[in-house]
Nanobody, 115 residues
Framework: QVQLVESGGGLVQAGGSLRLSCAAS????????MGWYRQAPGKQRELVAI???????NYADSVKGRFTISRDNAKNTVDLQMNSLKPEDTAVYYC?????????WGQGTQVTVSS
């Protein structure tokens, strides 16, 4: 079993920045991808950013140039630096990791961007 603990959400004004962090613990043998998803009210959960064990990254078009994902393989952590935040970035953000073919999710952290 893998546990994910997220931190760093909150309320920020448009144009501001937040940094989300996620720490994985438990039965971790080999983490493949680590990533962040988000879900706004009334919308489906969507991919925000993902990073592979080799460091390759992929971003949603809506966040390219504003968000940066990074990971520390030694600490089993993944961060999401979010700059130039917009009201449409408001959502619950979920950490996601893939371990030996299984998907694990964090509990979610709220990010609210006021206009």
């Amino acid at each position: 079993q893998v546990q994910l603990v997220e931190s760093g959400g909150g309320l920020v004004q448009a144009g501001g920045s937040l940094r989300l962090s996620c720490a994985a613990s438990g039965s971790i043998f080999s983490i493949n991808h680590m990533g962040w998803y988000r879900q706004a009210p009334g919308k489906q959960r969507e991919l925000v950013a993902i990073i592979t064990s080799g460091g390759s990254t992929n971003y949603a078009d809506s966040v390219k140039g504003r968000f940066t994902i990074s990971r520390d393989n030694a600490k089993n952590t993944v961060d999401l630096q979010m700059n130039s935040l917009k009201p449409e970035d408001t959502a619950v953000y979920y950490c996601n990791v893939g371990v030996l073919g299984f998907q694990y999710w964090g509990q979610g952290t709220q990010v609210t961007v006021s206009s």
